[in-house]
């Protein structure tokens, strides 16, 4: 049975909560692999490249908190660029560095995105293509992925993700949306993977 790899984050800065970890540890599937992965710049890369050896998926969707996005939202593109408004969870700040000194400035998602996006708001969940994954950790783990899997056939990319109901009072006045929704849009996509993979 082929695999699928999600991942997900742990709580970073000041929160208690992130929503891509709680989808994670939610979603049900004999063929799915899922971690949750170190806020950390070079750890959480290295440990996805470890993942993907180790399981040989053939998908893999990473998951992310995106703060102000009231939608699920499957990044297109990752940039070649670490620029950390605030310190990671072991308090690296990298300002400006090419993630890939000899990469190119941007890798496209491999994964049927606009597909993802009609399907999930079909189910009545809110959905839509983004264009920046910015540049924490997030994009780090994108464009990573993107240019390990350059070569292969395995489809890959990256989805941010609301923050969630829970997290209404860390974060006052900012969308959110239930887990149990985010899950089923994550399960939604991970279905469409699993047509376009078999």
């Known amino acids: 049975m082929s695999k699928i790899l999600v991942t997900g984050f ?54 992310g908190q995106a703060e102000g996005r009231s939608a699920m939202t499957p990044e297109r593109i990752a940039i070649n660029l670490d620029n950390a408004r605030i310190a990671d969870n072991a308090g690296n700040q990298p ?46 783990i994108f464009y990573v992925l993107q240019d390990y899997l350059k070569d292969s056939p ?12 829970e997290q209404r009072k860390e974060f006052p006045n900012l969308p959110t949306m239930p887990v149990r929704q985010m899950v089923a849009g994550v399960q939604i996509s991970l279905d469409l993977l699993r047509v376009e993979t078999t």
């Open 95 to 140: 300002l400006e560095q090419k993630i890939n000194a000899d990469g190119p400035d941007g890798h496209f998602s491999t994964l049927p995105i606009e597909k993802m996006v009609a399907s999930m708001k079909a189910a009545g969940i809110p959905a839509s293509i983004s264009l920046s994954a910015g540049t924490f950790v997030c994009n780090h």
């Open 154 to 165: 395995i489809k890959s990319g990256f989805m941010h993700v609301p923050l969630m109901d």
């Open 10 to 63: 742990e709580p970073f800065a000041t929160s208690s909560l992130n929503p891509s970890g709680e989808i994670v540890k939610a979603l049900i599937g004999d063929d799915l692999v899922t971690a949750i992965l170190p806020v950390v710049f070079g750890q959480a890369s290295a440990q996805l490249r470890e993942l993907i050896d180790l399981h040989k998926p053939s998908a893999v969707l990473c998951l």
